[in-house]
T-cell receptor, first 110, second 118 residues
């Protein structure tokens, strides 16, 4: 299964865009990139996913590079409630072991 | 509302006792998962099940057991053989995952069960 690499932590000022990078250089052609976030002591929450094209929903945007070896999750106007751990995972789409790394701890500040 | 429910939210047990954590979903999902999370760590997969009466070991299955007698339910038993059972346990479900790379949807997580062994 493809592994991901994310920075351990990031800070962002409230109201500014938060750009969270993820490296998945061993991703295969049919594997999707998924993003989740986990607010302290809660279950993770789905944010967005994509295969090749950039995606946008009400929560965030996902930019995937043309070679698909990396992606960036963008929270366009971060708020204090966006403070959480963000996980980037590669999903092979089969009933296999979905692994979550340690993610990026995003701290949004005033 | 559809969702996934874990119980109990908090659980205290003495060392050497078996403990069963409940996970129920009414999303009509075929696949269910159990993860363990330790402080400051990511999620590690314990067991997963694609379909009723079938389940597979994840990365850290030793000391745990599961059953999948009903589509809606996937209970996890933490046995006395688990050396360090104190952790945050998360259950998740998704629509059936198919081989071949089809995108089959996101994981829906419960709110977790925090087990403390005294």
């Amino acid at each position: 299964d493809a592994k991901t690499t994310q920075p351990t932590s990031m800070d962002c000022a409230e109201g500014r865009a938060a750009n969270l990078p993820c490296n998945h250089s061993t991703i295969s052609g049919n594997e999707y990139v998924y993003w989740y976030r986990q607010i302290h002591s809660q279950g993770p929450q789905y944010i967005i996913h994509g295969l090749k094209n950039n995606e946008t929903n009400e929560m965030a945007s996902l930019i995937i590079t043309e070679d698909r070896k990396s992606s960036t999750l963008i929270l366009p106007h971060a708020t204090l409630r966006d403070t959480a751990v963000y996980y980037c995972i590669v999903d092979p789409g089969t009933a296999s072991k979905l692994t979550f790394g340690t993610g990026t701890r995003l701290q949004v500040t005033l | 509302d559809g969702g996934i429910t874990q119980s109990p939210k908090y659980l205290f047990r003495k060392e050497g006792q078996n403990v069963t954590l409940s996970c129920e979903q009414n999303l009509n999902h075929d696949a269910m998962y159990w993860y363990r999370q330790d402080p400051g760590q990511g999620l590690r997969l314990i067991y997963y099940s694609q379909i009723v009466n079938d389940f597979q070991k994840g990365d850290i299955a030793e000391g745990y057991s599961v059953s999948r007698e009903k589509k809606e339910s996937f209970p996890l038993t933490v046995t006395s053989a688990q050396k360090n059972p104190t952790a945050f346990y998360l259950c998740a479900s998704s629509i059936e995952r198919r081989a071949g790379g089809a995108n089959t949807g996101e994981l829906f997580f419960g709110e977790g069960s925090r087990l403390t062994v005294l």
